[in-house]
């Protein structure tokens, strides 16, 4: 049913990958970031939960939660690895090893728009209050790179299945290459033009190739 011949497969599988490294940009911050609060999975799901005098005896406060360094992550690595998906996007089924995506600088440029403009929202604490997000350090855009830069494997890994699949269903002398070669040929028959009769109820008549002439 899903082959990844059919686009709508591909898509789904690419989307299924940015919704997971999404959340797990989101899950790395609180539960394995060196800098962060390092909480354990039953503190972050029960976060509603939080109370005052068990958080502080884990050695964390219910604040924390209300940081925007988590989300701003997640928001982060949604929009870098759509960029990186972008340029999947170059070609369907051939690999960026034949058409490098350096050749369309148009798709550069806009990438490196949204980008800076990401940046901005991010970096001018004004925008950065309006939008609800702050700025992220070295570490943190590490593992943003981290967690988009596979989107380029992962499509890179369906074009190849899409190709052998196209590749083994359409094998030269089988069935589907005869019967495609024969609508072909069907399609190339030639019609003389001298048997063409073009009627029209207001001459009364038929009009051949060499009437039209005069």
């Known amino acids: 049913m899903c082959g990844a011949t059919i686009p709508p497969c591909r898509y789904l599988i690419i989307g299924m990958y940015v919704g997971l490294a999404t959340v797990w940009g989101f899950l790395w911050w609180y539960l394995w970031y060196s800098a962060g609060p390092k909480l354990s999975w039953s503190a972050l799901s029960h976060f509603q939960k939080c109370d005052?005098?068990?958080?502080?005896?884990?050695g964390y406060k219910c604040e924390i939660f209300s940081d925007n360094h988590p989300k701003t992550v997640a928001m982060t690595v949604l929009?870098?690895?759509?960029?990186?998906?972008?340029?999947n996007n170059i070609s369907?089924?051939?690999s960026l090893l034949v058409i490098p995506f350096w050749d369309n600088k148009w798709l550069l440029a806009a990438i490196a728009v949204s980008i800076f403009l990401h940046c901005l929202i991010m970096y001018v604490p004004g925008l950065a209050l309006l939008f609800g997000i702050t700025h992220l350090n070295a570490a943190e855009w590490w593992c943003v790179v981290m967690l988009s830069a596979p989107v380029i494997l992962v499509d890179e890994v369906l074009k190849w299945w899409s190709r052998r699949r196209v590749g083994s269903t359409s094998g030269f002398g089988g069935s589907n290459s005869r019967r495609y070669r024969k609508v072909a040929s069907m399609g190339q028959m030639a019609v003389p033009l001298t048997s063409i009769q073009v009627t029209s109820p207001l001459l009364g008549g038929s009009l051949t190739p060499q009437d039209k002439s005069h």
């Open 52 to 58: 005052a005098t068990a958080a502080a005896a884990a």
């Open 79 to 87: 929009v870098i690895v759509e960029m990186f998906n972008a340029l």
């Open 92 to 94: 369907e089924n051939s």
